[in-house]
T-cell receptor, first 115, second 113 residues
């Protein structure tokens, strides 16, 4: 099992450009998440999905869109990149092994720089 | 809403010394609690978790954590630190019936040889 994978690993964008980050998991997990990690701020939830075809906003959703067309994939889009979106982006997935219980498995991250 | 505080931004310990990383949470009932570790350039790896039952939980790599309801704490401990334990450690809280985690800001551990 590859677990959670993220594509690409690194990317540099110019302000105003768009891009899509791909997250894939092969564990048949229902839930998937996108976080951003900034120094001194821990991980902040951008968007998440509780199943195929469903998405919801997290703590810092502005400037991002997501889609979950297939259960194993969760895409994060930046429509018009801004320098404030320079960050490390992590995808995670989780299963519910009992009602209300869950633990998240993380991908290796994507380092995005917006100039 | 739940929240997590990790009061120590940086901690330095000598190899072989004991370690305790602090985590305090805010939630009205018994939360779900997690500790994750992040090595440089890597994703987060789960060390241990607490849902209910025994308040002392054992994790991987020789780590343990104790849930103390009266102190709203879930501190991470290791009796003897190894140089390979140098990393950033994150405490996280989840809520029963929920599906999201709230992370602390992390504690950077440095191990002196």
């Amino acid at each position: 099992n590859a677990g959670v994978t993220q594509t690409p690993k690194f990317r540099v964008l110019k302000t105003g450009q768009s891009m899509t980050l791909l997250c894939a998991q092969d564990m048949n997990h229902e839930y998937m998440y996108w976080y951003r990690q900034d120094p001194g701020m821990g991980l902040r939830l951008i968007h998440y999905s509780v199943g195929e075809g469903t998405t919801a906003k997290g703590e810092v959703p502005d400037g991002y869109n997501v889609s979950r067309l297939k259960k194993q994939n969760f895409l994060l889009g930046l429509e018009s990149a801004a320098p404030s979106q320079t960050s490390v982006y992590f995808c995670a997935s989780s299963y519910v092994w009992r009602v209300g219980s869950y633990e998240q498995y993380f991908g290796p991250g994507t380092r995005l720089t917006v100039t | 809403a739940q929240s997590v505080t990790q009061p120590d931004i940086h901690i330095t310990v000598s190899e072989g010394a004991s370690l305790e990383l602090r985590c305090n949470y805010s939630y009205g009932a018994t939360p779900y609690l997690f500790w994750y570790v992040q090595s440089p350039g890597q994703g987060l790896q789960l060390l241990l978790k607490y849902f209910s039952g025994d308040t002392l939980v054992q994790g991987i790599k020789g780590f343990e954590a104790e849930f103390k309801r009266s102190q709203s704490s879930f501190n991470l401990r290791k009796p003897s630190v190894h140089w390979s334990d140098a990393a950033e450690y994150f405490c996280a809280v989840g809520t029963p019936g929920g599906n999201k985690l709230t992370f602390g800001t992390g504690t950077q551990l440095k191990v002196e040889l």
